[in-house]
């Protein structure tokens, strides 16, 4: 970790919340992040909360988390979701404060350059991070299932699959 992304950059968590708006196949994902009574809602693709979600996993598999109970989930009445602190998320970087014992997440709006600062800069307990990145898995899982040869999503209807060249063999 980086002097410029220490502890001093960065505010503590207090309530966190991950969930996807919408019906499978058209879902907007976002985590909704408690920081010193301010809500800031990060909006992103379903493949960045899912690699989120991953990525924190790996730094809990690194740490020693056996006598971390996991955090309550919040509820979205917990937060203020008019606040003026949302973005899209461009970049995300991710790692671990040792000092604290903390899981640090910076994220960067989409539209901003590249030496703007950072949206959110956020440390998450260990308890918060382990629910964080179950629940990511499980709101990512209670989508559209995923085509077992091509991996992508399968609708209700007939599916073009790719490593089929786009065509699908249907047994009744």
């Not at 001093?8 to 919340?17: G, M, Q």
């Not at 010193?36 to 740490?63: C, F, P, S, Y």
Request: hydrophobic residues 40%; glycine residues 10%.
């Amino acid at each position: 970790m980086s002097e410029e992304h220490g502890p001093d950059f960065a505010e503590d968590v207090d309530i966190a919340l991950v969930e996807a708006i919408g019906e499978p196949g058209q879902r907007r994902f976002r985590l909704i992040v408690g920081l010193n009574d301010r809500t800031t809602i990060m909006w992103m693709e379903k493949q960045q909360l899912e690699a989120l979600g991953q990525a924190i996993g790996r730094i809990l598999d690194q740490v020693d988390v056996s006598g971390v109970a996991s955090e309550a989930v919040a509820e979205g009445g917990m937060f203020d979701l008019d606040t003026r602190h949302q973005f899209r998320v461009g970049r995300i970087e991710i790692g671990y404060n040792h000092d604290r014992q903390r899981v640090l997440i910076v994220a960067y709006d989409i539209e901003s350059d590249e030496d703007e600062s950072p949206s959110l800069a956020a440390l998450f307990p260990l308890s918060l991070a382990k629910v964080l990145s179950e629940r990511a898995a499980d709101v990512v899982a209670a989508g559209r299932p995923r085509c077992v040869l091509c991996g992508m999503p399968m609708g209700p209807g007939p599916h073009a699959c790719a490593e089929q060249n786009g065509h699908l063999i249907h047994y009744t």
